[in-house]
């Protein structure tokens, strides 16, 4: 089989180096790009004659996979997919696969890490402290006691809600699917209408696809509390931007915590959540550890030699 990793995996080079070594054992072929081209002719170009690729988050759609008539399997070195054709494999019987699991306790921290910065206005903090002002305007409110709503109980909220309950956060959500494991914790499942309306946090961890695509709206965004927080470390097409700055900026909605968008940072500079008041902006980081990165290369290669083998693993088609 002919291999192609068409994009850096930012994982040691000895890491790197021992999984490729298994392929080739094998008696498979793998070229390694040690740079991203996201271009479609540069894609286009890698992908030629392969049977397989690794990709990450770089778009990988129909006008590339068109001209690939090899390619039998994409291993995708994310969680998310909706940057892949994954329409466009079914029809061709292209298999795919994701790296389901590798950054769960890194979007859990870093969503509640912007819950405790907002909370606490720590970037005011140390900008007060370097203009030499004192904490006037700066008194914070705890996250104890307080009602988070979690938005998909998968994995990632599902490790957001044991940290809230270590908080002393009561705890309600809306899943898809309900799970008993988490009623048994305390945890009240409620309509997403409620959910925006009674928490004082709300925090949001599903997929984008066909279903979630504007969820969170204008009108579910107005429900909520001129008191609490938005936190979306899942993806940016799920919510209403426009409708969240609108809110911000009216004093409808005390603070916001952003880390994903419509479309890949940099973002454009007219896009309404820069210039939005209260919010922290992150430029899709959630997911980016070091020891996510390990986890992810593991669970990436892990694929790939099980398909090799004639099987497959975290398989979305």
Known sequence: ??????????????TLD????????????????????????????????????IIANTPYREDVLE??????????????????????????????????????ICVAELAFGMMLSLSRYMVQCDQAVRDGKDKTGLVGTELAGKTLGVIGTGKIGTRVISIARAFGMDVIAYSRTVKPELEAMGVKYLPLAE????????????????????????????????????????????VDSQALADALNAGKLRAAGIDVFEMEPPIPADHPLVT???????????????????????????NMLAWLNGDIRNQIC
């Open 1 to 14: 089989m002919k291999i192609a990793l068409l994009e850096p995996l930012a994982i040691r080079s000895e």
């Open 18 to 53: 021992a999984f490729v070594t298994k392929i080739k054992t094998l008696g498979h072929e793998i070229t390694v790009y040690n740079d991203r081209d996201p271009s479609p002719e540069g894609l286009r170009a890698r992908s030629q004659g392969m049977d397989a690729v």
């Open 67 to 104: 001209t690939c008539p090899d390619l039998r399997y994409i291993d995708v070195a994310f969680t998310g997919v909706d940057h892949i054709d994954v329409d466009y494999c079914r029809k061709k019987g292209i298999q795919v696969s994701n790296a389901s699991g590798y950054s769960d």
């Open 195 to 238: 959910v925006m309306a009674q928490s004082d946090i709300v925090t949001l961890h599903t997929p984008n696809n066909a279903e979630t695509k504007g969820l969170i709206s204008k009108e579910l965004i107005e429900k909520m509390k001129p008191s609490a927080t938005f936190i979306n470390t899942a993806r940016g097409p799920i």
């Open 276 to 302: 939005a008041k209260n919010v922290l902006l992150a430029p899709h980081v959630a997911f980016a550890t070091k020891e996510a990165m390990e986890r992810r290369a593991e669970i990436v290669f892990e």
